[in-house]
């Protein structure tokens, strides 16, 4: 069965360091790979999302994501993080073309030192 | 264009009774899907309707329904209601259908059951 794991339930980093959040994937073919942001009493909302071609995919707010087949990985990063970025992060996968059906990873809670 | 709304926000109820949540797509999408969240289980996948025919359907028991109008928007129900059953529902939708077309998410219905 497809799965999605994020290793990390909570991290905390400081406001303008980098960011690196963990997702791995398991799935036989190639999956179609997203990351979502929830921030409290909120939705979710897309941050960006792979589906072919180049491996380093850039989404909304200043992240971008590397799919690594290899690894079976599909890291979330930033550059300088904002105070505003604490929130809840989810990596997800689909699995099929013809379904909205998303697999969720259990989340990564993201706290913002100042 | 108005995003994706659920009502209502908030709903209290006892066990045993039964409850429906609504959903409205952004105009335009056909496709919605709807996902339980919680603490302990996390985001999991309900069910997906497309053109009024349920597509895909999670791992729920038959307590939890759903339906789609001809005007796209769906509604999810839950019979005999149990404590476990306490969630954040939430509604993406789609257009037209399409996979790879991005799922906007609601801001969600918070169900308490006592």
Known sequence: AQ???????????????SLEL?????????????WYVQSPGQGLQLLLKYFSGDTLVQGIKGFEAEFKRSQSSFNLRKPSVHWSDAAEYFCAVSTSSNTGKLIFGQGTTLQVKP | KAGVTQTPRYLIKT?????????????????????????GQG??????????????????PGRFSGRQFSNSRSEMNVSTLELGDSALYLCASSSPGAWKDTQYFGPGTRLTVL
């Open chain 2, 15 to 39: 066990r045993g009774q039964q409850v429906t949540l609504s959903c409205s797509p952004i105009s335009g999408h056909r496709s919605v899907s709807w996902y339980q969240q919680t603490p």
């Open chain 2, 43 to 60: 985001l999991q996948f309900l069910f997906e309707y497309f053109s009024e025919t349920q597509r895909n359907k999670g791992n729920f």
């Open chain 1, 22 to 34: 963990r997702c791995n994937y398991s799935y036989g073919a190639t999956p179609y790979l997203f």
């Open chain 1, 3 to 17: 799965s999605v794991t994020q290793p990390d339930i909570h991290i905390t980093v400081s406001e303008g360091a």
